[in-house]
């Protein structure tokens, strides 16, 4: 059995491993800061939608229920955003997908919240309306071409790298 040996690179010099190190520290806390910001705002969008959600009961449901929707998918957009900044973190590396689907999220909320208004305020208001549908119609393609470009991805990360199979051959 053949070791081998890779060459090792020299180590940087101690100022630069602590400018590293000092770095490193704020880039964390930066992270940390943002994802602590973002869980007080998803649970303090998700309190207002629960109390929308008693207001509406008493008040027009309607319009309440679909307040209520809007606020519950910008909760789970929140949520992704993040999903997104742990994966960040552990990673330390940006990851692509949790933003791929913080886009599709977001589209599919103005789709919903947009077919809604169009329905009730555009329906014979012939170029309000048809405003509207072209652009339920142009966020119904970015949601398709976000996902597809999450499946692309998807399979990416799963294949094999390049060259990995060929130094197990050469051994």
């Known amino acids: 059995m053949l070791l081998r040996v890779s060459p090792r690179e020299p180590d ?12 490193r520290v704020v880039e964390d806390s930066i992270y940390v800061i943002i994802a602590a910001l973002l869980a007080v705002a998803a649970l303090v969008v998700l309190a ?12 027009d449901v309607k319009v309440g229920v679909l307040d209520v ?10 949520v992704e955003l993040l999903f997104a900044v742990r994966a960040t973190l552990a990673k330390r590396e940006i990851v692509a997908e949790p933003f791929l689907l913080v886009g599709i999220l ?9 077919s809604v208004t169009a329905a009730e305020e555009y329906i014979g208001k012939g170029p ?3 405003r509207a549908m072209v652009e339920i ?9 976000l996902s597809g470009s999450a499946v692309l991805l998807r399979k990416k990360e799963e294949a094999p790298e390049e060259g990995a199979g060929t130094e197990a051959a050469a051994g």
């Open 12 to 23: 940087p010099p101690p100022l630069v491993r602590l400018g590293n190190r000092a770095l």
């Open 48 to 59: 207002r939608a629960a109390y929308g959600l008693f207001e509406a009961v008493r008040d």
């Open 69 to 78: 929707l809007d606020s519950l998918l910008l909760v789970f957009i929140l």
């Open 106 to 114: 977001a589209a599919i909320k103005e789709i919903v919240v947009l």
């Open 128 to 130: 309000e309306f048809a």
């Open 137 to 145: 119609g142009l966020l119904g393609v970015l949601v398709l071409l």
